[in-house]
């Protein structure tokens, strides 16, 4: 079992700033060249979207197109959290953000073994 908990939402304006982190917990997996971490969002009356994800051996990250340049996913190993930098946030970045993790070959929402609870990021004037 892994528990995630996710922190860092807020209300922030637009061309505003946050980090979303997530601390990790339960089995190891630092050894485990599959598993991978990330964020996923899901906006009201919409479907959740992949965000950002990063592979836990190794660090490749992947980041969806419209996040990339903007968002930035990062971990500590030594701390076992994973980070998601967002940057030039925009109102439509607006949604409860999910902590994902996997150790499956894709990260898509049904490949997803573990969820945190979310949290709420708010782009507004």
């Known amino acids: 079992q892994v528990q995630l908990a996710e922190s860092g939402g807020g209300l922030v304006q637009p061309g505003g700033s946050l980090r979303l982190s997530c601390a990790a917990s339960?089995?190891?997996?630092?050894?485990?060249?599959?598993?991978?971490m990330g964020w996923f969002r899901q906006a009201p009356g919409k479907e959740r979207e992949f965000v950002a994800n990063?592979?836990?051996?190794?660090?490749?990250?992947y980041h969806a197109d419209s996040v990339k340049g903007r968002f930035t996913i990062s971990r500590d190993n030594v701390k076992n959290t994973l980070y998601l930098q967002m940057n030039s946030l925009k109102p439509e970045d607006t949604a409860v953000y999910y902590c994902?993790?996997?150790?499956?070959?894709?990260?898509?929402?049904?490949?997803?073994?573990?969820w945190g609870q979310g949290t709420q990021v708010t782009v507004s004037s």
């Open positions: 990063i592979r836990w051996y190794g660090g490749w990250t």
């Open positions: 339960g089995r190891t997996f630092s050894r485990d060249f599959n598993f991978k």
């Open positions: 994902a993790a996997s150790s499956r070959a894709n990260f898509r929402v049904d490949d997803i073994d573990y």
